[in-house]
């Protein structure tokens, strides 16, 4: 059964950190460019992060770049999203999902498997 399932999402004041992660299970998540999208109230989903499936380079939307980093492990068939300096218009459900493209100008596009989500609220 292929399955995506994120956590590490919590409750977290201004100027914290947390570390997300998104676990696959039924197939290998190495073979695939693998991104983090998030939807806050009333918004529309958007792209933060990718991470490529060859050479791995990471793509970064401008709102959170210098703040957050995706990573991979490939052992743990893991990708995972450190998210620091957080700010209360951060808070949002966070999904991973894979097969993601980066077209450039913070446009992320997803083509294959989404996670449930993450709860990430940012409050003091």
């Known amino acids: 059964q292929v399955q995506l399932v994120e956590s590490g999402g919590g409750l977290v004041q201004p100027g914290g950190s947390l570390r997300l992660a998104c676990a696959a299970s039924?197939?290998?998540?190495?073979?695939?460019?693998v991104g983090w999208f998030r939807q806050a109230p009333g918004k529309e989903r958007e792209g933060v992060s990718s991470?490529?499936?060859?050479?791995?380079?990471?793509y970064y939307a401008d709102s959170v770049k210098g703040r957050f980093t995706i990573s991979r492990d490939n052992a743990k068939n893991t990708v995972y999203l450190q998210v620091n300096s957080l700010k209360p218009e951060d808070t949002a459900v966070y999904y991973c999902?894979?097969?993601?493209?980066?077209?450039?100008?913070?446009?992320?596009?997803?083509?294959?498997?989404w996670g449930q989500g993450t709860q990430v609220t940012v409050s003091s």
């Open positions: 039924g197939f290998t998540l190495a073979d695939y460019a």
């Open positions: 999902a894979t097969d993601v493209v980066f077209y450039g100008s913070n446009w992320f596009k997803a083509f294959g498997s």
């Open positions: 991470i490529s499936s060859s050479d791995g380079n990471t």
